[in-house]
């Protein structure tokens, strides 16, 4: 099985923007974004890349991926339905109008996915278009006052264009949708981070939060590294283990946080 | 996001007469071309840049700024050329000039149009105040949410570094001028400035300790100027028209003209551009049309979400301008009004409220991450009515140990609205009080420490304590 890796087109992106960027670290907001438009979405694999990329330790990454919302995950429908839930789209009941007919369309209550895991629902924060309620993202397309026929023409488009009608969601013997699993993987236990020490230990230069880690000395290793947990929250996948960025010869990590 | 307000002055100005006024930054909106450069430029754009840069002593425009009385459209209402003075001289590190494009408080969409419709407008701003701060290098960060925004100001970044508006020696001069756009992914903290500058240095959007101020150690630890959109597009027309042109309009102390957005229970909600310290209910009737038919005015946020409420008393006597919404308690904020009209249900409203702070707490600070959550299960059981007495006690008592102890004002931003429901619609709270019959609940150990068990047991007796440890939670 070979790695997946962004095109040369996304790479060329990304390099032009390294003129750009001080350290790149700070490309992560960005580069994210390329790794979900290569791809779709953002996995465990799309996250290592980006991680190799900026120079940064995969943990960061899974802590960037899981505080942003907007960025779009593997469990999230192929079309991920957002649909405003702040007050001035609730205002008479705006918002509940437009979940309720995403319910009836395609069976889904908000934060649940379709069993064929071609839509998602949610309910998202404030999209900034409040004068015209209820607002709805579907991926990349924004639309205001989404309810009525409106909603109903666009969900049947996109059922049309997947071959699917309502009954195959709703109907009798229609599979029951699943919860939207927006959890990372645990990171396998002999992995270790870039710019940590065996204890676990970070080292840190203050007056160069951004420079290259201070590496530790060498000491020996008196506490083992925990074991992963006994139920991985999902299990990583077959044949792409975690790469220690820092072992990997191919890629440049100046202004990363590697450790020898 | 709004911040708190600078300094509440008790005294309200005299109300200005409603005037027809001519929009200055939102004039082409309408124009279905108004994004493109080749409009642009032939309506003057880049013009006042060129004249400026390269000539004019950066000094003089920062003074021309200052003399303005321009203040912060994001929230805050700082003026502008007095946080351009701040700027740290001769640190011998890269300035940068951030703009604040995320525009996440609630009831506001004015950064969207600037930026989706009059992208150049934008440019042009930020072109004439790198100049004048002497920046090399301005950061635009959108919120991810504005798609179509951010591919119409990626292009005309790209049109105008094909012109030589950007990029290395701009109009012919020896000033180099790189400007990135970096798109957000959905977080409203990082509408707060330091909270922004972590998301573009690569991080989770946590704000930071200030002081120092970005303007001393800001974006990679280097001085930096945070303006929002708004702002920034401003000083154009500032520079080109002169100080006194843009004093004509507004207040003495609020200055110029603002985008305001109208939204909720008006006939015409939108995006108005009118002069500062217009009547507020001039503003409602004559641009919103008044309120929809059938319904009367319950109660209006004046600023974005986290603004404290108006009743419609209040709103009588507000004028739109930085002291008049001080004066009452409240805040201009980011310019977000919201009309809520007799049919809302303050509970739902203030619950939703609440809703949104928990969700968009960044969790650094302990008052902030359990206190909006102690808000938001609070505000929720007075909207299932299983409400208990005194709850609304506690909701004023956590509102009021949150505000002013966290790194940034989110804390502040969740208690403000909190204890303005409180304050106007006390006997709303009251009267969900066990208007639902309680949901049965194990108790534990833990529940006995809190302020609220102990309430809870003073009005229904005892619980029966089943399970005890410290660590049990239900």
Not at chain 1, 9 to 27: I, T, V
Not at chain 1, 83 to 112: E, F, H, S, W, Y
Not at chain 2, 250 to 268: N, R, W
Request: glycine content about 10%; hydrophobic content about 35%.
């Amino acid at each position: 099985m070979t790695a997946k890796t962004l095109s040369p087109e996304r790479l060329r992106q990304f390099h032009d923007w390294a003129d750009e960027y001080p350290n790149k670290r700070s490309m992560l907001m960005m580069t994210l974004r390329l790794v979900e438009e290569e791809f779709g979405s953002i996995d465990d694999e799309g996250m290592r890349i980006a991680a190799d990329l900026c120079g940064v330790n995969v943990a960061h990454v899974q802590g960037m991926v899981t505080f942003y919302t907007h960025f779009k995950r593997p469990a999230h429908g192929k079309h991920r339905f957002m649909v405003c839930a702040t007050l001035m789209c609730a205002l008479d009941g705006n918002t509940d109008a437009a979940l309720a007919q995403i319910r009836a369309k395609l069976g889904l209550q908000p934060g649940q996915t379709s069993a064929d895991g071609l839509f998602s629902c949610e309910k998202v924060e404030c999209l900034a278009d409040c004068d015209k309620p209820p607002v709805l993202q579907k991926d990349n397309e924004h639309f205001c006052s989404m309810k009525g026929a409106v909603l109903d023409e666009y969900i049947d488009s996109l059922l049309a264009r997947e071959g699917k009608t309502p009954a195959d969601y709703t109907g009798a013997g229609a599979p029951a949708p699943v919860a939207t699993d927006l959890r990372v993987a645990v990171l396998p236990a002999a992995y270790t981070f870039p710019g940590e020490t065996e204890t676990g230990a970070r080292r840190f230069d203050d007056k160069n939060p951004h420079g290259p880690t201070v590496p530790e000395p060498q000491a020996p290793r008196t506490t083992a590294i925990p074991p992963a947990l006994k139920t991985p929250l999902t299990a990583p996948v077959a044949g792409t283990p975690f790469r220690n960025p820092g072992a990997s010869a191919t890629h440049d990590h100046k202004g990363g946080d590697h450790h020898g | 996001m709004a911040e708190t307000p600078a300094t509440p002055t008790p005294e309200v100005p005299a109300p200005k007469p409603f005037v027809p006024f001519e929009p200055v930054l939102t004039r082409y909106i309408h124009d279905p071309d108004a994004h493109t450069i080749e409009h642009f430029l032939a309506r003057g754009g880049y013009e006042t840049a060129r004249r400026h840069v390269g000539v004019t002593d950066p000094a003089t425009l920062v003074a021309t700024v200052k003399d303005s009385g321009l203040r912060g459209r994001g929230g805050a209402g700082f003026p502008t050329g007095m946080k351009w003075g701040f700027l740290a001289k001769g640190t011998g590190k890269p300035t940068y000039l951030a703009v604040n494009g995320d525009e996440s408080e609630p009831g506001t969409h004015k950064d969207r149009h600037i930026l989706e419709k009059d992208p150049h407008q934008l440019l042009e701003g930020v072109i004439l105040t790198c100049w004048a701060i002497q920046s090399n290098h301005a950061f635009i960060y959108l919120r991810g949410e504005f798609i179509l925004g951010y591919q119409r100001l990626e292009a005309a970044v790209k049109a105008a570094k094909e012109k030589g508006f950007i990029g290395k020696g701009i109009f012919g001069t020896g000033f180099d001028l790189k400007v990135t756009v970096v798109r957000g992914a959905g977080a409203y903290i990082c509408g707060e400035e330091t909270g922004m500058l972590s998301s573009i240095e690569g991080g989770r959007g946590y704000p930071k300790i200030k002081p120092p101020f970005p303007a001393v150690s800001g974006l990679f630890k280097c001085p930096t100027i945070v303006n929002n959109v708004e702002t920034i597009a401003n000083v154009t027309h500032i520079v080109k028209h002169g100080a006194d042109w843009h004093k004509q309009w507004g207040t003495e102390k609020s200055p110029g003209y603002k985008i305001f957005c109208l939204s909720g229970a008006v006939k015409k909600p939108g995006v108005y551009e009118v002069p500062l310290g217009i009547r507020m209910i001039d503003f409602i009737n004559e641009y919103g049309g008044g309120l929809v038919e059938g319904r009367t005015m319950k109660a209006v946020i004046p600023g974005g979400l986290s603004a404290p409420l108006l009743t419609p008393e209040m709103v009588e006597k507000c004028t739109l301008d930085y002291e008049s919404l001080a004066g009452l308690g409240s805040m201009l904020g980011s310019g977000g009004i919201t009309v809520l009209h007799d049919g809302v249900d303050m509970m739902s409203a203030i619950y939703n409220t609440m809703r949104f702070y928990h969700h968009e707490s960044c969790g650094q600070c302990t008052p902030c991450r359990e206190g909006t959550g102690w808000l938001e299960k609070l505000a929720h059981k007075h909207h299932a009515g299983h409400a208990a007495a005194g709850d609304a006690d506690l909701l004023a008592d956590v509102a009021k140990n949150m505000r002013g102890r966290t790194i940034c004002v989110l804390a502040d931003a969740a208690a403000m609205p909190m204890q303005s429901y409180l304050q106007h619609f006390r006997p709303e709270f009251d009267k969900r009080v066990g208007e639902a019959p309680r949901v049965a609940k194990v108790r534990t150990a833990r529940d006995e420490i809190t302020p609220a068990a102990k309430r809870d047991a003073a009005v229904h007796g005892a619980p029966s304590v089943e399970k005890v440890g410290m660590g049990d939670r239900t």
